[in-house]
Structure formats: C-alpha cells, structure tokens
C-alpha cells in the first residue's frame, strides 16, 4: 500500500527555536514535494526536491531528500509566528502525488 | 502567473441532489486531479486525468465522477449528494512529463451537503 508518513501530526515549538519535521514515503520515488496550507486556505508549493541528496531553502525553512531510507526532511530554524500552518510533504507516484496526512505547526511567543 | 481557479469557495447543497464542481487551469497541464481533504485524513485523491476524455480513479471514487471534455477544464461530479461527502475539495493540475510534476492547486471549494 502507498503511504506517505509525517511526523509529529501537531507541532508547538516557541520563536525563535529549531525543529525538523520528517516524511517517510513507500515507493521507489525520487521525487519528492512540500506544501504549505494556511488555515482555510488551499496548497501553496513550498519545495520540489527531485533527486537524491537536493537540499532546498527558503528563508527559515530548509528541505531535504534522502532516497536511501525514502526519508525527506523540513527543517525550521528560529520559528517566527508567521510559520504557523500546516505543511504537507507528497510523493509522487506515477504523475500523481500522494500526500501525508500533515504536520500542523503553531509557533507562539 | 500560474492558475488553477475552481467555480465556487462555499457551496451548500442538499442531500439527493447532483452536484458539480467545476475547475479550470490556464497552464496547458496534461494532469489535473480532484482531491478531498477532511480533518486528520490528509489529502484523498478522488479521480484524475492525463488527457481529454481520459479519467481513472484514485483511492476513494465511490459516490463521484468526473468530466474531461476540454484540456483545461476538469469537473467532479457528486451524483446523489449523502452528508458524508461534506469536505473540502482540492482542484490541482500539473505536467504530464518531466522532471517537475509539481501540482498547482486552486482555492479549494468548501462543500456542505444538509
């Protein structure tokens, strides 16, 4: 079965710390997407990694993929408030993404 | 600017009644998709489509169908509405080919069916 695994399901860090956020996927798959959902929103593209060992950042947000143990991180340094949302990570099988379930983070003071 | 826009943010339908959910992409993708996504269960893929015409379905087509007559319109059709496909739905179109097949997504359409 294609599972595509996230955790921690919820996240509350405070400002200004470091946290990782993991996603495990089933398939042979090397490539790999994250997304971000504000509340109420729709999916906004965050990351594409497409091969083994990219590493991508944008502002506090670092993401990587190793193929090896099907494993892809998003790393958080010194969370600022407006990182509060959920972010997904999704797999792609075949021209079609299978997402985890979703980490939601709340950042607070 | 990429786009993926569906026809409505909120609908309230009632049970028994036909529903149809429509989207439409300006970026010429091959791929467009229909998920569903209800709280603690992620996103669900519904249905998708490589082509005109063409359709298969994804983890959870029971109760739906779909419609691709034009390659950047894609509807999801909800043939008897039951409460229990209450749920926001997700619209996403992406290449068919290629290294990139990231999907862009519309503004979703929050469905509630009474």
């Known amino acids: 079965e294609l599972k595509v695994e996230q955790n921690p399901l919820f996240l509350s860090m405070q400002e200004g710390k470091n946290y990782t956020i993991y996603c495990n996927y089933s398939t042979t798959s090397d490539r790999l997407y994250w997304y971000r959902q504000d509340p109420g929103k729709s999916l906004e593209s965050l990351f594409v990694?497409?091969?083994?060992?990219a590493v991508k950042q944008e502002g506090r947000l670092m993401a990587s993929l190793d193929t090896k143990p099907r494993l892809s991180t998003l790393h958080i340094t010194a969370a600022v408030h407006d990182l509060s949302a959920t972010y997904f990570c999704a797999e792609d099988n075949t021209d079609k993404l299978i997402f985890g379930t979703g980490t939601r983070l709340q950042v607070f003071p | 600017d990429v786009k993926v826009t569906q026809s409505s943010r909120y609908l309230v339908k009632r049970t028994g009644e036909k529903v149809f959910l429509e989207c439409v992409q300006d970026m010429d993708h091959e791929n467009m998709f229909w998920y569903r996504q209800d709280p603690g269960l992620g996103l669900r893929l519904i249905y998708f489509?490589?082509?005109?015409?063409?359709?298969e379905k994804g983890d959870i087509p029971e109760g739906y169908s779909v419609s691709r007559e034009k390659k950047e319109r894609f509807s999801l059709i909800l043939e008897s509405a039951s409460t229990n496909q209450t749920s926001m739905y997700l619209c996403a179109s992406s290449l068919l080919t290629g290294l990139n097949t990231e999907a862009f997504f519309g503004q979703g359409t929050r469905l509630t069916v009474v």
């Open positions: 489509s490589y082509d005109v015409k063409m359709k």
């Open positions: 990694l497409l091969s083994n060992g």
